[in-house]
T-cell receptor
Framework: EAQVTQNPRYLITVTGKKLTVTCSQN?????MSWYRQDPGLGLRQIYY???????DKGDVPEGYKVSRKEKRNFPLILESPSPNQTSLYFC???????????????FGEGSWLTVV | GDSVTQMEGPVTLSEEAFLTINCTYT??????LFWYVQYPGEGLQLLLK???ADDKGSNKGFEATYRKETTSFHLEKGSVQVSDSAVYFC????????????WGAGTKLIIKP
């Protein structure tokens, strides 16, 4: 079954304590990305990766890091979380970034992160 | 730059009512348009899409027609069910956004029995 798996699904942490949200896909997709979802703002892209060892900033990259050492994994790292990073985070993957006919983006189930 | 505007929610309807969720866009080129749905506690799923003007996307009783003249892609369903309660996102993608998805803010739909 095609899947994008994120962990943890729910996390409450304290300001400044480094954390990592993992993301793994089983479809051999080249393109992966991270979004955050906030009320009234929709989804905003944090970082994306076109392939292994290729990452780039999205619209809201401040305070986040990513890595893409393997094709299937794309972890999101918060080196020093702050309360304004409290949000719902989604990982997504697709074969190519282009949403041309036949290409589908698959989303993980989301990770609720609260920073106190 | 490209943008997507959706009607604000929440939208509350009774079961079997007719649904319209408005979506308008601005884009430099000729974008593809999408509706995604997020059911409670789940990730986003593609609901339907249209890739050129006058195309109609449809799925699960939902429809949306790509209207270039009004730059709109309104989501409609003739008779909603409680199970349609979710958050609906309109989005576009085109070459000028490097095919990244540009999202609307989302519209929460609540269907009461």
């Amino acid at each position: 079954e095609a899947q994008v798996t994120q962990n943890p699904r729910y996390l409450i942490t304290v300001t400044g304590k480094k954390l990592t949200v993992t993301c793994s896909q089983n479809m051999n997709h080249e393109y992966m990305s991270w979004y955050r979802q906030d009320p009234g703002l929709g989804l905003r892209q944090i970082y994306y990766s076109m392939n292994v060892e290729v990452t780039d900033k999205g619209d809201v990259p401040e305070g986040y890091k990513v890595s893409r050492k393997e094709k299937r994994n794309f972890p999101l790292i918060l080196e020093s979380p702050s309360p304004n990073q409290t949000s719902l985070y989604f990982c997504a993957s697709s074969q190519t970034p282009g949403l041309r006919s036949g290409n589908t983006i698959y989303f993980g189930e989301g990770s609720w992160l609260t920073v106190v | 730059g490209d943008s997507v505007t959706q009607m604000e929610g929440p939208v509350t309807l009774s079961e079997e009512a007719f649904l319209t969720i408005n979506c308008t866009y601005t884009a430099t080129g000729y974008p593809s348009l999408f509706w995604y749905v997020q059911y409670p506690g789940e990730g986003l799923q593609l609901l339907l899409k249209a890739t050129k003007a006058d195309d109609k996307g449809s799925n699960k009783g939902f429809e949306a027609t790509y209207r270039k003249e009004t730059t709109s892609f309104h989501l409609e369903k003739g008779s909603v069910q409680v199970s349609d309660s979710a958050v609906y996102f309109c989005a576009l993608s085109d070459i000028y956004s490097n095919y990244q998805l540009i999202w609307g803010a989302g519209t929460k739909l609540i269907i009461k029995p």
